[in-house]
């Protein structure tokens, strides 16, 4: 992955987790409490209202796009992170023994970009942001079939390599948003 990438996609990520640091600290691992699918159902809702602020071109809560992307990224890795807690009945997790745990899945989704960067040489710096929110709805839309059949599937990747999907097309929104204003 080229270094501008690299820098860009870090940049992003740092936004986000400077977020999840202080909303831990505002209101505790509440979510903690959510099952997967409910997760699942928090991205659809903000990825939903994404689309439709592009396709109306106004909005009338002042949320801007930008933050509904940081969103999604974060309740993914929250999902990628419950998904290793499974076994964690805790609902508290102080933000020290988190802060890893969120690097370390930030830093596997980097990984999984940097090999389908190499493979598609950054096509997706020509692709719409407007295509790439309708691909996080895809997925996500894919992720709730695989949640409603109990996590089994025939020949499809699990709902982590969505959620990482859906992190990567997100940051990759946020590099294209910043880059037009």
Not at 65 to 79: K, L, P, T
Not at 82 to 106: G, H, N, S, T
Not at 109 to 134: G, I, P, Q
Not at 157 to 181: H, P, R, S, T
Request: aromatic share 8%; charged share 30%; with cysteine.
């Amino acid at each position: 992955m080229n270094n501008t990438t690299t820098n860009e996609y870090k940049e992003v990520i740092s936004s986000c987790k400077a977020i999840f640091g202080k909303k831990t600290q505002d209101y505790g691992t509440a979510w903690r409490i959510l099952r997967l699918s409910s997760i699942t159902d928090q991205i659809f809702i903000k990825a939903k209202r994404i689309r439709s602020i592009q396709e109306k071109g106004t909005q009338k809560v002042d949320d801007d796009i930008r933050g509904e992307f940081i969103g999604i990224i974060n309740y993914c890795v929250m999902a990628l992170i419950q998904m290793d807690l499974r076994d964690d009945d805790r609902l508290e997790i102080p933000y020290a023994e988190l802060e890893p745990i969120y690097d370390k899945k930030v830093e596997e989704t980097m990984a999984l970009l940097a090999n389908k960067n190499h493979d598609y040489d950054e096509a997706w710096r020509d692709m719409r942001v407007s295509s790439m929110t309708d691909i996080v709805l895809m997925k996500l839309y894919r992720v709730k079939q695989i949640e409603d059949n109990e996590g089994k599937t025939l020949i499809s990747e699990g709902i982590d390599a969505n959620y990482q999907d859906i992190i990567n097309y997100c940051v990759f929104c946020m590099i294209l948003m910043k880059a037009e204003a």
